[in-house]
């Protein structure tokens, strides 16, 4: 279940999604997918609820093609990038 901000935010069209993005979204990180270059960013005030979304762009274009909210643990670890250099 998402939060009220999180409903609001996928009710609107794609450029008021992108310009809640550039206004507000924090950047956390980048991967690859699909053909796509995908940037996740939370979204919300600091120590608020928030929510994650995802900007897709097509590879090689300066587009965004959509942006979805996600919240899905096994997508969100793609995100996650460990050094574990020196700990093992």
Not at 38 to 65: I, K, T
């Amino acid at each position: 279940m998402h939060s009220a901000a999180a409903t609001a935010f996928r009710a609107l069209p794609l450029t008021a999604r992108l310009e809640e993005v550039r206004k507000s979204g924090e950047y956390l990180g980048s991967r690859i997918h699909g053909g796509h270059q995908v940037h996740l960013y939370r979204m919300g005030p600091a120590g608020s609820e928030g929510f994650f979304c995802e900007v897709w762009m097509r590879l090689g274009l300066q587009y965004v093609e959509w942006i979805e909210l996600a919240g899905n643990a096994e997508i969100l670890s793609e995100y996650v990038h460990l050094d574990l250099k020196g700990l093992i």
